[in-house]
């Protein structure tokens, strides 16, 4: 069964940093592309951040970049978030996804998500 | 505030038919990228639906189709069963914030 599992949810205070890590297993992780998804509960899913098969391109949400950095190990079949400078808003449930495309960026969708883990900011 | 916006919720008897749909922008929608739609139950991991606008993965569904006309698209459910109750979302992309998602539906089944 091809299924990711996201560990590394945690209470942080603001300002500080954490690192979530996603594994993957049931598929040939080195081929997809892995995205980081997060959702408010209450609220709607935001896009955070995305890496190719090989890392060589990244891109992230305007809402996180220079302070989030996403990586992938492909010996491993893991892809990570690294979050620093934490914000009340980016308290959420953090979802793993993989990625799929018919061809282009405006045809990508994710196909495979894990159950979210979660992070709590406080004050 | 969502680049997609769909209605907070719908709802509908067992049996009847409910569509949920999806505005966006002519950055997003409206640039002729696809959409997709994902079923997300308290607990569980987002479900995708539909694919590239149209299409159903294997094991969702002929009940389940969707479709998309200038800025807009929609998602329609027919034969409402009560394991259709949850949280419903579209996907697109925008050209100014990479990938976008609506706000979410939340459909009861009376």
């Known amino acids: 069964e091809e299924q990711v599992e996201e560990s590394g949810g945690d209470v942080v205070q603001r300002g500080g940093s954490l690192r979530l890590s996603c594994a993957a297993s049931g598929f040939d992780f080195s081929i997809y592309s892995m995205n980081w998804v997060r959702q408010v509960p209450g609220k709607g899913l935001e896009w955070v951040a995305y890496i190719s098969d090989s890392a060589s391109t990244i891109y992230y949400a305007e809402s996180v970049k220079g302070r989030f950095t996403i990586s992938r190990d492909n010996t491993e079949s893991s892809v990570f978030l690294q979050m620093k400078s934490l914000r009340a808003e980016d308290a959420a449930v953090y979802h793993c996804a993989r990625g799929a495309t018919n061809g282009w960026y405006g045809g990508y969708y994710m196909d495979v998500w894990g159950k979210g883990t979660p992070v709590i900011v406080s004050s | 505030q969502s680049v997609l916006t769909q209605p907070p919720s719908v709802s509908g008897a067992p049996g009847q038919r409910v569509t949920i749909s999806c505005n966006g922008t002519s950055s997003s929608i409206g640039a002729g990228y696809d959409v997709h739609w994902y079923k997300k139950s308290p607990g569980k991991a987002p479900k995708l639906l539909i694919y590239?606008?149209?299409n159903r993965p294997s094991g969702v569904p002929d009940r389940f189709s969707a479709s998309k006309s200038g800025t807009s698209a929609s998602l329609a459910i027919t034969g409402l069963q009560a394991e259709d109750e949850g949280d419903y979302f579209c996907q697109s992309y925008d050209s100014k914030f990479f990938w976008v998602f609506g706000g979410g539906t939340k459909l009861t089944v009376l």
């Open positions: 590239v606008t149209t």
